[in-house]
């Protein structure tokens, strides 16, 4: 198998696994490809996978279809994006398909009902992990912007029940608009350093 057909493989294989073994919805796997692609296979930087989550949760759909798609093109173009999805829902439909055969027959047994409560309490604590994960990331860029934009959405959402549309349109637009102000301060600061680097011309 040569390089490219092993990564097409690993890339549906690795998804198709993740897929099968997460419970709890999309944020639950988030860290899982985080530590795959990573952590594990370098194909990834750190940086780079929380630009893709928030591109994920920003845009419509499921946000590990939406994650597997950045991903998987990402690693190896439109072939690659196909592999993922491919790999990310096959298990659920399959699993789902055989759980609808019997669900009508389970869904009022004491021990289901009660493995099922036990999985919420893991998806919580997972999904607790992705929070905190996240945030580590956004720390590490030593900036106090993207600190207050979290605490603020956070507050925007919890207490005062702002639309999730209108909080992604305003932080795209801020981030646009610091990084707009950064190239220009980094414009400004090439020009006043001259040539050669030791300031301009009088």
């Known amino acids: 198998m040569n390089g490219n057909a092993r990564k097409y493989w690993t890339l549906f294989t690795s998804t198709f ?13 988030i860290p899982l490809m985080r530590r795959k692609f990573v952590d594990e296979l370098h194909w990834i930087e750190e940086q780079e996978m929380l630009d893709l989550t928030a591109i ?3 845009s419509p759909g499921a946000i590990a279809v939406n994650a597997s798609i950045l991903v998987g093109y990402h690693v190896a173009g439109g072939l690659g994006a196909l592999l993922t999805v491919l790999g990310t829902v096959l298990p659920p439909l399959v699993i789902i398909s055989l759980v609808s055969l019997c ?3 389970v869904r009022d047994n004491a021990v289901v009902n009660m ?3 036990g999985m ?8 607790c992990d992705v929070v905190v994960t996240m945030t580590e990331g ?7 912007l993207p600190l207050v934009m979290l605490a603020a959405t ?18 795209g637009l801020i981030g646009a608009a610091d990084m707009a102000l950064g190239e220009a301060r980094k414009k400004g600061h090439d020009q006043a350093a001259g040539p050669d680097g030791e300031g301009g011309r009088v």
């Open 115 to 117: 493995v099922m409560a």
């Open 103 to 105: 669900y009508a027959a």
């Open 120 to 127: 919420l309490a893991g998806v919580g604590a997972v999904i």
């Open 138 to 144: 956004l720390m590490k860029l030593k900036r106090a």
């Open 56 to 58: 994920a949760q920003s």
């Open 154 to 171: 956070f507050a925007a959402v919890r207490f005062f029940g702002v639309s999730i549309v209108v909080i992604i349109l305003v932080c």
């Open 17 to 29: 696994e993740l897929s099968a073994c997460t419970f709890g919805g999309g944020f639950v796997i």
